[in-house]
């Protein structure tokens, strides 16, 4: 009887975790041609010149697109180097790290939970990470030895907050204030990338014990939110971390060539992090305070919620093909319709305003206003975006049903304007 129990139990415990049948049935996407989704081909291949122009003049080494509408795949090309030292051409199936782009697939995690029940938008961390109870603010601060004086905060950090940036956490190699770089760096945080042995809820529970930038809610700092969202997925769901976007997001979703850490057979399909040298020319970015090689080196047990991961342009296509459509793909629901309409919706009011005050800030994504679509060439008020560290980016317009993905693997660049030719040249080629 009692192995019987145990497993139902399993099995019960499995279905939990399996992906619910939609009564729509969105084919994945698919190649076609310009023509049969409203596109002009020959306006499309202006995109060529784009491109190969900016490997002539050195903008880039390389980089790999892809443009979806309708469903359709309508361009899917690479060009230039994977790495210039081996003589390595980029391919179009090539891997990138998408560093920052996996807070939208960290996010749908999130909510995939909260449709589930486990917890409210408005609930404090704290009840799922007690490590976060009673923040403090920073009194004063001593450059001398990052010692600092604290005072309480006004208010508790939710989960609302960690996905939009208003928590008051930091960022600290990357943040803009010297005071939390140097605090987060004595404290030990791991950011972004690392080859080190560390579990995410470590460095999670370092982080709780400092003090925020500001009360929570009261402005948009970008941050190691997702981070902190990353281990409560542990917490909540049972699973680690990467088991759980593998078994409810990745794997339902065939983006078969998405990892934290690259297997060993696919390791060679990793596009090389370069910048320019002295004399102009391509060269591997050493290693700083991160190390370039950690998707296929090192420990292979920090699952970033904010900056982990790497994919192909297909692969993220894919991810995106899922939202436009509403939450389904492959008649598999994700996400309630109504959940992806909330994640796009404006929830910092007037914290976040993009460049020029055009966009506003979800769940997840920077989103257009109406002011943005009257601009031109980014595409229609609801489009989406980010990007990643080492220049990736991606929108998805859902008027237009239009998904673009950009990939390159670059630091420290002059002149690179790719990803915004790169809409400008999608939007002039709509011809219906």
């Not at 409810?248 to 078969?256: F, G, T, V």
């Not at 057979?265 to 970015?285: C, F, H, I, M, T």
């Amino acid at each position: 009887m009692k192995n019987i129990l145990t497993i139902l139990f399993l099995l019960i415990s499995i279905g939990g975790f399996s992906q619910t049948k939609s009564a729509k049935n969105s084919p994945t996407i698919t190649d076609g041609t310009p023509e049969s989704v409203g596109l002009s081909s020959e306006r499309m291949a202006r995109m060529d010149n784009i491109f190969q122009n900016a490997i002539n003049n050195k903008e880039v080494p390389g980089v790999a697109a892809i443009v979806v509408k309708n469903g359709k795949i309508v361009y899917h090309k690479a060009f230039g180097m994977a790495d210039n030292q081996s003589n390595r051409a980029l391919k179009r199936d090539d891997i990138f790290r998408i560093a920052s782009m996996t807070k939208a697939i960290t996010s749908t995690a999130v909510m995939m939970l909260w449709e589930e029940g486990k917890f409210q938008l408005d609930d404090p961390i704290s009840k799922y990470i007690p490590e976060f109870k009673n923040p403090t603010l920073v009194k004063s601060f001593t450059f001398k030895d990052s010692s600092y004086t604290t005072e309480p905060a006004k208010k508790e950090i939710t989960i609302r907050h960690l996905l939009s940036h208003t928590s008051g956490l930091g960022y600290g190699a990357i943040d803009s204030d010297e005071r939390f770089k140097a605090m987060y760096k004595k404290a030990g945080i791991t950011d972004l990338f690392t080859t080190e042995s560390i579990k995410i809820g470590e460095s999670v529970k370092k982080l709780a014990k400092l003090p925020l930038h500001h009360n929570p809610g009261e402005k948009y700092t970008y941050c190691e939110g997702l981070d902190v969202l990353g281990y409560f997925i542990e917490v909540v769901s049972g699973m680690p971390f990467d088991e759980f976007l593998r078994k409810r997001i990745l794997d339902p979703l065939n983006m078969n060539d998405t990892y934290f850490y690259l297997p060993d057979a696919k390791a060679s399909r990793l596009v090389s992090v370069q910048r320019p040298d002295k004399d102009g020319n391509w060269e591997k970015y050493p290693t700083t305070f991160y190390d370039p090689e950690y998707p296929i080196k090192g420990a292979k047990t920090f699952f970033s919620g904010g900056a982990g991961l790497s994919s192909t342009a297909k692969d993220y296509a894919t991810f995106l093909q899922m939202y436009l459509n509403g939450g389904e793909l492959g008649g598999k629901r994700f996400l309630s319709r109504t959940t992806i309409d909330a994640i796009l919706s404006n929830q910092t009011g007037i914290l976040f305003s993009g460049e020029n005050g055009d966009n506003f800030f979800g769940l997840a994504y920077s989103v257009l206003k109406a002011s943005g679509e009257d601009k031109g060439g980014i595409g229609s008020e609801g489009s989406f975006t980010w990007g990643g560290y080492f220049n990736t980016n991606y929108f998805g317009d859902p008027k237009e049903k239009i998904i673009g993905v950009i990939m390159k693997q670059t630091q420290q660049t002059k002149g690179d304007n790719l990803n915004n030719l790169f809409r400008q040249i999608i939007y002039q080629s709509i011809d219906d």
